[in-house]
């Protein structure tokens, strides 16, 4: 890609990203307002303190208010924002600034993340061509453009952390990117989703050593973000928080294209045949399906079925990959553990795949067989989130759900089931060509980490 073009797509995304701040967004938008003020004014009071039994925080703004599940990363970056929007509105009133404020962060995240893969890939690929490639699969992608500015999901603010620690940790600096994955985690949990590669490539790069090192980072890290709650006696309370990630996901899948939602359209759709017929089949799906009510019905608990296959499959792909020591297979890994998570789990939202986009795109980069795969995953996550928001609530286009005849959020779903197959034998092929081939057979560039 030629640097005058590069140029123009760079201004291009950033127009887009910029015009669609004042949308408003997705459903947890309202909630980031809730807690930019809650953090602004009293962030170690956000998940309550003290009581016996620990009692959970209520945040309050105004007639709002809600309860707080999030680390405490990413309550003191919104607490940045808070006290950054109290200086110029001391109020606090609801406004587009406030609006465009909850999602700036997302906003800088997104350009941290195409600066980090263009950087990564000139180094390593040695060709600024491959690099411009990389930053714009990124910044144009439709995926990270719905799911970014456009619809305020907050993915990018733990995606950045979390993809900069693999790369430190690729490159021989276990301390930064234990500290890195640390962060990525505090800030959203899905972060921990890049842990197996991250382990696997600490463990190449040094062993025992590194992953002591990386290890001691980490708990360092997490450490110095919960003193302030420790010393406030809100600790339990933010425990008591954290559990209701899994309480309160009582779906098979909530709107996310996976294994949960093809249940839900199979079981709604046999249940429904003696009123409708075949063309119970054809029905759009209303809403997500109750685990309780899937028990309920005879079936057994979906979760530790869910959870046992990701397990398989991951456990399945860092074997493939132990003896591979070059990033483009360890960017895979990560965004392999993705998907099988994404796809085979249970209670997945359909952001939740956004991850697994820019890790695609540093495989890719660097391994040309992966674009194929990055292209297909980008339109799944971005047509799985644009089917249920639009481009935003109550805006714009969304692709009609009978455009297929079948649902297309079925369709999509029985789609990325099959990606996830296409992926694991892709996967398994480019393992053995490293193993088996010369590196400058196949388009790899692979460095120690002292020579960077």
């Not at 709604?268 to 089949?281: I, N």
Request: hydrophobic residues 55%; positive net charge.
């Amino acid at each position: 890609m030629r640097s005058r073009l590069f140029v123009v797509a760079l201004v291009l995304g950033l127009a887009i990203r910029v015009a669609t701040l004042p949308l408003p967004g997705n459903d947890d938008v309202v909630a980031w307002k809730i807690w930019t003020y809650a953090a602004s004014h009293d962030v170690t009071g956000m998940y309550g303190v003290g009581g016996a039994p620990p009692t959970r925080g209520v945040v309050r703004w105004g007639e709002r208010w809600g309860t707080v599940n999030y680390p405490p990363v990413f309550l003191y970056e919104y607490a940045l924002v808070g006290r950054a929007y109290r200086l110029l509105f001391p109020a606090f009133p609801d406004t587009l600034p406030l609006l465009v404020a909850v999602k700036l962060p997302v906003l800088l995240a997104n350009m941290g993340l195409t600066w980090l893969l263009f950087r990564t890939i000139q180094r390593l690929s040695g060709s600024k061509d491959t690099a411009r490639w990389a930053a714009v699969a990124y910044w144009l992608n439709p995926a990270t453009l719905l799911g970014g500015e456009m619809l305020g999901y907050v993915e990018p603010l733990f995606t950045l952390p979390a993809v900069a620690g693999l790369i430190a940790a690729y490159l021989g600096r276990a301390w930064s990117g234990g500290a890195l994955m640390a962060a990525a985690v505090l800030t959203k949990p899905q972060g921990m989703l890049v842990g197996p590669a991250f382990a696997l490539v600490l463990w190449q790069t040094g062993g025992l050593a590194s992953i002591a090192r990386a290890g001691t980072a980490f708990v360092g890290t997490v450490l110095l973000a919960v003193l302030p709650f420790a010393a406030r006696g809100a600790l339990a309370n933010m425990w008591l928080a954290f559990g209701s990630f899994y309480e309160r996901r009582d779906t098979m899948s909530a709107f996310a294209a996976n294994i949960g939602w093809i249940i839900n359209w199979a079981l709604r759709s046999w249940l429904s045949l003696p009123q409708r017929g075949w063309a119970a089949f054809l029905q759009v799906v209303p809403r997500p399906l109750a685990i309780s009510r899937f028990r309920e019905l005879g079936y057994p608990n979906p979760r530790p079925i869910g959870t046992t296959l990701v397990l398989v499959a991951v456990g399945w792909a860092m074997w493939v990959a132990r003896h591979a020591r070059d990033l483009s297979v360890a960017a895979a890994l990560g965004a392999f553990t993705v998907h099988a998570f994404f796809v085979l789990n249970v209670g997945a939202h359909e952001n939740h795949q956004l991850l697994e986009v820019p890790l695609l795109v540093l495989a890719a980069a660097l391994r040309r067989r992966f674009r194929p795969l990055l292209v297909a995953v980008s339109v799944i996550v971005a047509l799985n989130i644009n089917f249920y928001y639009g481009i935003s609530l109550g805006w714009g286009w969304a692709i009609p759900r009978r455009i297929t005849g079948l649902d297309v959020s079925v369709v999509l779903a029985f789609a990325n089931v099959a990606v996830l197959v296409w992926f694991a034998r892709r996967f398994s092929k480019e393992v053995r060509l490293t193993d088996d081939t010369p590196m400058e057979h196949i388009g790899v560039n692979t460095f120690a980490a002292g020579s960077l």
